[in-house]
């Protein structure tokens, strides 16, 4: 059962920041929200992850809820490189725990 | 540094002819992951290996059988390939459960079409 919630689909124009909603209303204390990234037909990448406090690094700013019930991820200037499917996950740091990846977002990013 | 190397990034097989598609990580990860996608679909978890020696079923494991050969090895087995199994598999190896919590590094895939 998928524990995400994502639009299947969002423009953006390039140059703009683009912001991508999850919602994930049943997450747990001990998870993490991941996101990752698959370009055309390559292997994801991980793209950031968060508990409680909002992060960023030189890919993308990940904004958390209070309640952990939902989240935000920003690509503050969208190229169009960055075209690509968008996965937001919930998971454990846990031992063994596995990360269940749902249909995400295409994220069109147009000139 | 190679990260994750799957072999072979192609292959052809006909109904009913068995392969084993290779995996191998360089990052000394405990846990590695067997997904297949299907065309305009997201990933579908086949086997994981939590740590060398240990082998779990995933959503969609039937039709196929894993061996971790070591901790850098996680190969996956179609015994007798069916139309149905025509996807890209991809691999992927998970640093969690270190302290380090970068998530999943993924190969390239292994794009398998079964005539």
């Known amino acids: 059962d998928a524990k995400t919630t994502q639009p299947p689909s969002m423009d953006c124009a390039e140059g703009r920041a683009a912001n991508l909603p999850c919602n994930h209303s049943?997450?747990?204390?001990?998870?993490?929200v991941y996101w990752y990234r698959q370009i055309h037909s390559q292997g994801p990448q991980y793209i950031i992850h968060g508990l409680k406090n909002n992060e960023t690094n030189e890919m993308a700013s990940l904004i958390i809820t209070e309640d952990r019930k939902s989240s935000t991820l920003i690509l503050p200037h969208a190229t169009l490189r960055d075209t690509a499917v968008y996965y937001c996950?919930?998971?454990?740091?846990?031992?063994?725990?596995?990360?269940?990846f749902g249909a995400g977002t295409i994220l069109r990013v147009k000139s | 540094n190679a990260g994750v190397t799957q072999t072979p990034k192609f292959q052809v097989l006909k109904t009913g002819q068995s392969m084993t598609l290779q995996c191998a990580q360089d990052m000394n990860h405990n846990s590695m992951y067997w997904y297949r996608q299907d065309p305009g679909m997201g990933l579908r978890l086949i086997y994981y290996s939590a740590s060398e020696g240990t082998t779990d079923k995933g959503e969609v494991p039937n039709g196929y059988n894993v061996s971790r050969l070591n901790k850098r090895e996680f190969s996956l087995r179609l015994e007798s390939a069916a139309p149905s199994q025509t996807s890209v598999y991809f691999c992927a190896s998970d640093v969690r459960g270190t302290g380090e919590g970068y998530g999943y590094t993924f190969g390239s895939g292994t794009r398998l079409t079964v005539v």
């Open positions: 996950i919930v998971g454990s740091m846990e031992y063994g725990n596995k990360l269940v």
């Open positions: 049943t997450i747990s204390g001990n998870e993490y």
